[in-house]
C-alpha cells in the first residue's frame, strides 16, 4: 500500500462485503481497523477481500482481543491475551514467578518484539527502486534513439536505414527495447487494472495501463504498416510507453520512501514515552504506604501514578490528587502551559511544567 489511493481501494473492497459495517485505513502505518458482524463474516473472509483488490494483508488483533503482552521466559516468549478491567501485565508476570519455587524457571520479563513492517517496507522500497534502475536501463536508449540522434545528423542518419519498405533500424530498435518495460517492468500496472476492474472501480493503474497501451499498440500498428508499405510515412511513440512507465515508477519510488520516513518520525514519537514510572500504594486512608519505580509497560488500569514536577505523563489517565500545569503545544499546539486539576484528563504527549 503506496498511496491514499490504495487505502481508498482498501476501503472500497471491504465495505462491499457483507457484515462490514466501518472501515478505516491508516496509511502511514498501514494498518486497518474494521467493524463488523462475526455473526455474518470472520476475520479469514476479511483478509481474502483484502487479497482479491490486490494487497497483501495479516491479521494483527482478532477483535476485542487487543490487549497483549509479550513476555520472555527461560528458553520461550509467549504471548498473552487479557481483560485490562481484570488485570495487567504486572499482574501477569507476578503470578507466573509465584507459581513455582524455582526462580530461573519462573522468571518472567517483559519482551518488546521488533516493529512490524520494517523489512517488508525496506523490500517495497528495493523493490521499486529496481523496477526504475531497470526501466532507466530501457527508457533512455529509447529515448535517445527516438528525440536526441535523429536531431544530430549524421550521427543519427544509421537510424532512418530501411531494412524492408518502411520499416528502418531506429523502429527495432524502439520496439525491443520498450518491450521488456511494457510488459515486464510494467506487469505491476496490468495487475492492479485486473484488480480494479474486477470490482468495477477505476484507479491510477487502470489510467498507466490505458495510456501506455495506447502509445504501444498504436506504435505496433504503425510498425506492421512500414513494414508492408512502401508509402507508409507514420511515427512510432515506443518513448511514451517507456518514458511514462520510467517516470510513475520514480514517483511511486520517491512515495513510498517519504511513506518510510512518516511511519519513523511517528514511531520515534511513540519512544519518547518515560521508561519508568513511580507507582503508589495507598491504604485504606488513601494515604501512601510505599513507592516504587516500574517500568512504564508494567502500568495498568486503576494504578497510581506520582508525576514529579517536569517529567513526562508516562500513559494517558485522570488527575486524581494536586494540581499543575502541563505542556499540550504536541496535541494543541497552544504554547502556554495548561492549568490541571483533580479530574482533568493528561496523556503521555503531556509534560507537568511546574507546581503552583
Not at 516493529?115 to 527502486?129: M, T
Not at 491510477?204 to 497501451?213: K, S, Y
Not at 486503576?302 to 508525576?307: E, G, M
Request: negative net charge; contains cysteine; aromatic residues 10%.
Amino acid at each position: 500500500m503506496a498511496c491514499t489511493s490504495c487505502s481508498e481501494s482498501i476501503e472500497r473492497a471491504l465495505l462491499m462485503v457483507d457484515g462490514v459495517k466501518k472501515v478505516v485505513v491508516g496509511l502511514a502505518l498501514e494498518e486497518a481497523k474494521i467493524h463488523f458482524d462475526p455473526t455474518l463474516i470472520d476475520s479469514d473472509q476479511l483478509i481474502e477481500a483484502v487479497e482479491d483488490a490486490g494487497f497483501g494483508a495479516d491479521l494483527i488483533s482478532p477483535g476485542d482481543n487487543i490487549n497483549k503482552v509479550h513476555l520472555k521466559l527461560e528458553g520461550k516468549k509467549v504471548i498473552i491475551v487479557y481483560d485490562p478491567d481484570l488485570t495487567g501485565p504486572r499482574s501477569l508476570i507476578e503470578c507466573i514467578q509465584a507459581a513455582g519455587q524455582s526462580p530461573s524457571l519462573y522468571h518472567a520479563t517483559l519482551y518488546v518484539p521488533p516493529r512490524r513492517g520494517e523489512a517488508e517496507h525496506q523490500h517495497e522500497i528495493q523493490g521499486y527502486r529496481n523496477q526504475f534502475l531497470w526501466s532507466c536501463l530501457f527508457s533512455i536508449p529509447v529515448f535517445t534513439f527516438s528525440m536526441i540522434l535523429p536531431m544530430l545528423p549524421p550521427y543519427g542518419n544509421w537510424l532512418s536505414h530501411k531494412l524492408h519498405n518502411m520499416f528502418t533500424i531506429g523502429m527495432l530498435l524502439r520496439w525491443l527495447l520498450c518491450t521488456p518495460v511494457q510488459f515486464i517492468v510494467g506487469r505491476r500496472f496490468y495487475i492492479g487494472t485486473y484488480h480494479a476492474l474486477k470490482r468495477g472501480s477505476v484507479n491510477m493503474d487502470v489510467l498507466v495501463a490505458l495510456g501506455t497501451n495506447a502509445a504501444y499498440f498504436y506504435s505496433v500498428y504503425s510498425l506492421v504498416k512500414a513494414l508492408s508499405s512502401n508509402s507508409f510515412e507514420g511515427q512510432d511513440f515506443f518513448e511514451t510507453s517507456t518514458m511514462l512507465i520510467s517516470f510513475i515508477l520514480l514517483g511511486k519510488y520517491l512515495e513510498v520512501v517519504a511513506k518510510g520516513k512518516t511511519s519513523e518520525a511517528l514511531a520515534k514519537l511513540i519512544d519518547l514515552t518515560p521508561e519508568t514510572a513511580f507507582l503508589l500504594s495507598l491504604n485504606g486512608n488513601g494515604n501512601v504506604i510505599s513507592e516504587n519505580e516500574i517500568s512504564t509497560q508494567l502500568i495498568q488500569r486503576n494504578d497510581i501514578i506520582k508525576i514529579v514536577p517536569g517529567s513526562k505523563v508516562p500513559i494517558d489517565g485522570i488527575v486524581v490528587r494536586g494540581q499543575s500545569h502541563v505542556n499540550e503545544s504536541m496535541i494543541t499546539g497552544e504554547a502556554r502551559p495548561i492549568a490541571k486539576r483533580p479530574g482533568d484528563k493528561v496523556g503521555f504527549s503531556f509534560c507537568f511544567m511546574l507546581f503552583p
